[in-house]
Nanobody, 119 residues
Framework: QVQLMESGGGTVQAGGSLRLSCTAS?????MGWFRQAPGKEREGVAL???????YYADSVRRRFTISQDSAKNTVYLQMSNLKPEDSSMYYC????????????????WGQGTQVTVSS
């Protein structure tokens, strides 16, 4: 069973930056982030494969950057120019395969870390 540990959530003013971290207890093929805010559907934010291929939601592309430290089984999400609409609970996800971005189906989920962006 893969365990995911997130950190880095908090409160920041609009336009600010925040970095999320997630460490997996063992190797997985991909790791990334989903988010869900009250009243909104869950959406994929960013995903990265061990080979380096990454994916972003259109809403965060050019503002967020996902990266990894493979030796540590850790992924990072550098969030810049944050907007109030980015406020959400962010969940680290991982999968031994590729997961399902569209349907938000991944074998492993973290407990979530709250990101709040004030206007």
């Amino acid at each position: 069973q893969v365990q995911l540990m997130e950190s880095g959530g908090g409160t920041v003013q609009a336009g600010g930056s925040l970095r999320l971290s997630c460490t997996a207890s063992e190797y997985t093929r991909c790791m990334g982030w989903f988010r869900q805010a009250p009243g909104k559907e869950r959406e994929g934010v960013a995903l990265i494969f061990r080979g380096g291929t990454d994916y972003y939601a259109d809403s965060v592309r050019r503002r967020f950057t996902i990266s990894q430290d493979s030796a540590k089984n850790t992924v990072y999400l550098q969030m810049s120019n944050l907007k109030p609409e980015d406020s959400s609970m962010y969940y680290c996800v991982a999968d031994h395969r590729g997961g399902d971005w569209t349907n938000g189906q991944y074998n492993y989920w973290g407990q979530g870390t709250q990101v709040t962006v004030s206007s």
